[in-house]
Every structure is written in structure tokens, then in C-alpha cells.
Nanobody
Framework: VPLVESGGGLVQPGASLTLSCTAS????????MSWWRQAPGKERECVVQ????????YSSDFVKGRFTISRDIIKNTVYLQLNSLKPEDTAVYYC?????????WGQGTQVTVSS
């Protein structure tokens, strides 16, 4: 499995979580990485994207200042730090890797924010 996410769970509003996505079987350092999410009944949407050089390329308006993406090329892992979580952040979070025409999706990890 090229991408394996972990770190999801059930938390209260205002809490924090760190999601991890570990890559294998491809040249992680060459790929742009991103996190997407899909809430029940809604389309999958891009949350944040980081280039192969570690520069954040895109951050959606609804997470700016709350979520942070980072990558560790030694561990072949990309992280998503989720802070100040809101109930509307409840979704399955997916990791996505891409370079030119080669893409991979993770299986997703559930994040539920509820009191």
C-alpha cells in the first residue's frame, strides 16, 4: 500500500490532532503531497498541499491558521497538524501523492469532532 494514514479519532471541539501519512514503494521526496477531506454527503476537497521542496503551495481558506502540513523525507512521512478543531472539520481525511501522471491515494482516516 503506497500511502497509509493514521492519527484520526474522536475529539472535542477546540482539541488538536496530528495525522500522519507514511509512503512506501515510490520516490517520496519527488512527489508533491496533499491532504484532502470528505465529509458525509459532500465532495472531496483539498485541505492543504506541500511541494516536493517542502514549500506549502496551497492552504484552503477554512483551515488557514489552524492546520499545518509538513513532511519528513527521512521518514517518508507527511503530517497534518490539526488545531482548534470544529465540528465542521468532521470528515475522512485522505493523503494524496502526485508527480506528473503518477498519483496515489491513501485509504483515509476518520476525524470526528463532537462534544
Amino acid at each position: 500500500v503506497p500511502l497509509v494514514e493514521s492519527g484520526g479519532g474522536l475529539v472535542q471541539p477546540g482539541a488538536s490532532l496530528t495525522l500522519s501519512c507514511t509512503a512506501s514503494g515510490f520516490s517520496f521526496s519527488s512527489f508533491g503531497m496533499s491532504w484532502w477531506r470528505q465529509a458525509p454527503g459532500k465532495e472531496r476537497e483539498c485541505v492543504v498541499q506541500i511541494g516536493s521542496d517542502g514549500v506549502v503551495i496551497y492552504s484552503s481558506d477554512f483551515v488557514k491558521g489552524r492546520f499545518t502540513i509538513s513532511r519528513d523525507i527521512i521518514k517518508n512521512t507527511v503530517y497534518l497538524q490539526l488545531n482548534s478543531l470544529k465540528p465542521e472539520d468532521t470528515a475522512v481525511y485522505y493523503c494524496y501523492a502526485s508527480v506528473i501522471l503518477e498519483v496515489y491515494w491513501g485509504q483515509g482516516t476518520q476525524v470526528t469532532v463532537s462534544s
